[in-house]
């Protein structure tokens, strides 16, 4: 089936950086779209960036609480996209979850796989 793995959370300091990484792998046809997600304690998970993995198009959507610290990429050869996570707050502590939106090789779309998430902490 498909596995989608995240690492690079851990501790930082306020004003520091994390960068993420998502590797998805499996009986992959073509991922479409990644993306990832937070959530915090008594929150609900919420997105904070998305990405097409078209190689034709280079589209990316950010949550408006971003303004401009983060920045998702991908690796198309690789099914890898990254966070780039820089000037970090406290309240940016949360779990980081992966997400993809893909074709299976039987042809099939899914787009409810998730990673196990990552736990980013933001504190002195």
């Known amino acids: 089936q498909v596995q989608l793995v995240e690492s690079g959370g851990g501790l930082v300091q306020p004003g520091g950086s994390l960068r993420l990484s998502c590797v998805a792998s499996?009986?992959?046809?073509?991922?479409?779209?990644m993306g990832w997600y937070r959530q915090a304690p008594g929150k609900q998970r919420e997105l904070v960036a998305a990405?097409?993995?078209?190689?034709?198009?280079?589209?990316?959507n950010y949550a408006g609480f971003v303004k401009g610290r983060f920045t998702i990429s991908r690796d198309n050869a690789k099914n890898t996209v990254y966070l780039q996570m820089n000037s970090l707050k406290p309240e940016d502590t949360a779990v980081y979850y992966c997400?993809?939106?893909?074709?299976?090789?039987?042809?099939?779309?899914?787009?409810?796989?998730w990673g196990q998430g990552t736990q980013g902490t933001v504190s002195s």
């Open positions: 997400n993809a939106d893909l074709v299976l090789v039987t042809g099939v779309r899914r787009r409810d796989y």
């Open positions: 990405i097409t993995n078209s190689s034709t198009t280079n589209y990316a």
């Open positions: 499996g009986n992959i046809l073509r991922i479409n779209a």
